[in-house]
């Protein structure tokens, strides 16, 4: 029996989402983040060596990394479903984006936020070439969903899925704006209009209204 742990507020809701979008028979364990630190409780932290969000169970695999995941999910279980093949349109755009994700999006907001809470003034030097970089991510992903509805082109992939997280939920504790970034935000409605994300929402954090406009709250 396919199994996700999936601890509250974190990236595994990714995959509750790609099992959704899938149709996948799985069963949905949750676990609260522990009061003192906000961290994993000791029972998921024993799941897996690394201890981190997501963690899957499938029989004897015991499986972590988004990314391993949703690649271990599309092809054992999705017939290739939400992926793009090589030889078809949209195959190199998925591949840069699928791992944009955890490659460069994700580090850099926290990079940015860790960066602002050891010095947020201007003399920090790492921390403003991390804004730019920031304003240069940014700018690129804008450019990208100005061209085309979802990251890989016309039809939602696990590019998509493996991005979300860290322009929605990931704000809720490392917060930044997306004002600036029409193409963004009218691409996180789009999501949000989803019945599967809809639905992994509500089965993954039901107390939490999921985090689709400017200003994260």
């Known amino acids: 029996m396919l199994t996700l742990h999936h601890l509250g507020r974190s990236q595994s809701e990714r995959i509750v989402w790609l099992c959704e979008e899938l149709g996948l028979d799985y069963e949905l364990k949750r676990y609260q983040r522990r009061a003192d630190n906000r961290m994993a409780p000791p029972e998921y932290k024993a799941l897996h060596p690394m201890g981190t969000a997501p963690i899957i169970t499938d029989g004897d695999l015991v499986l972590g990394e988004s990314g391993a995941i949703c690649e271990y999910l599309i092809q054992t279980y999705g017939n290739g479903r939400l992926a793009v093949k090589r030889g078809e349109p949209g195959f190199t755009d998925y591949l840069y984006w699928f791992h944009f994700a955890n490659g460069t999006l994700q580090p850099l907001v926290l990079q940015v936020r860790y960066l602002e809470r050891v ?4 003399k920090n030097a790492p921390l403003q070439a991390a804004k730019d970089r920031f304003k240069l991510v940014f700018s690129t992903l804008e450019k990208r969903l100005g061209a ?12 998509d899925i493996m991005t979300v997280f ?11 704006e997306l004002s600036p970034w029409p193409n963004i935000l009218a691409y996180l409605q789009r999501i ?10 509500q089965k993954a954090d ?3 209204t999921p985090v689709l406009g400017a200003i994260p709250e």
Not at 119 to 122: I, L, N
Not at 148 to 159: K, Q, R, W
């Open 206 to 208: 039901p107390d939490l």
């Open 166 to 176: 860290s322009l929605t939920t990931m704000r809720l504790f490392k917060p930044y």
């Open 148 to 159: 085309a509805p979802y990251l890989a082109g016309n039809e939602l992939t696990a590019a």
């Open 119 to 122: 010095d947020p003034s201007d």
């Open 192 to 201: 949000g209009a989803r019945p599967a994300y809809r639905r992994a929402m």
